[in-house]
């Protein structure tokens, strides 16, 4: 007599003719790509709903999800001007250029 049961395996290998077993596989090697690239950690997960419909069936509802790491932009050095602005320059600072200019005019 043929068995019809499903193990936990059979049932994502047959869903909806391994549409869940592929897309699975997709998402898992993205998740393993973006954590190469980032060297940052990542998480896949799947949730399975099941309700009982008007027939008495088993409707069944699987969804994969991935948490992709991201790459830190790293830190930016930079100093605030009296209006509020971001500067690469200290504006507290006399440039180097500005000074060479005062003393080749003789100010020095």
């Known amino acids: 007599m043929a068995r019809h049961e499903l193990n936990f395996l059979e049932f994502i290998q047959s869903f909806r003719r391994g549409e869940l077993l592929e897309t699975g596989d997709q998402k898992l090697t993205e998740l393993v790509e973006a954590i190469r690239e980032t060297g940052n950690g990542g998480s896949l997960s799947m949730k399975v709903s099941i309700k009982v ?11 994969i999800t991935i948490k992709k790491p991201t790459r830190s932009m790293g830190t930016g050095i930079y100093f605030a001007t009296d209006d509020g602005r971001l500067t690469r320059r200290d504006p ?14 003789g100010e020095a």
């Open 92 to 105: 507290n600072q006399m440039d180097f250029e500005d000074e060479l200019e005062r003393r080749r005019s």
């Open 53 to 63: 419909n008007k027939a008495g069936q088993l409707e069944v509802v699987p969804d």
